[in-house]
């Protein structure tokens, strides 16, 4: 896969991955077929997806989905890891430059095993220089955490000063499209570099 970043897409089965991948996808399908990006961009932040429709069906990532983007000329290739996979996924470390990590903020019995999974990721010697974005999810649902109370279980500001990886955390919802800009905006300023 030469001459394209790799971006690794982790986090538990059933938060939001592969619905991520998709909507990521549309959002990009849609920009490149509307003449106007400004109003785009706009009307996706603030009605969120809107004319892309309803979400589309997903299964559970049983190994792995390649997801090629174009952002800004250049060619990134997500690489999900089903979250079964998580004992295996550090064989994937090696030749990424970037890690997406989602969190489901509706599913607290998660939360503490997810915790020990981003701590695994960050302290990987492969992933020492990555440039890392947190994604907690399904903000949309109406029992989730908020950000303030989902970063302070997980001890962000702990975590981020510790971490030698430049860290963002982003709260989205993969299924109305919040924050989906965000996401495209980071991965954006990632391959720039």
Known sequence: MSGSEICLLLGATGVGKTLLLKRLQNILYTRLNVSNYNLFYLQLSLHGLGELGGPPSTLPTVGTNL?????????????ELGGCMGPIWPSYFKDCSSVIFMVDSANIAQISSSCVQLLSVLSAEPLQSA?????????????????????????MDDIIASAPQPITTIEISARSGQGLQEVLSWLESIIVK
Request: glycine share 0%; proline share 3%; net charge positive.
């Open 67 to 79: 997801t090629d983007l174009t952002l800004k000329k250049k060619k990134v290739t997500l690489r």
């Open 131 to 155: 440039s890392v974005v947190i994604l907690f999810n399904k903000s949309d649902l109406p029992c989730t955490m908020s950000l303030v109370e989902m970063k302070s279980l997980f001890r």
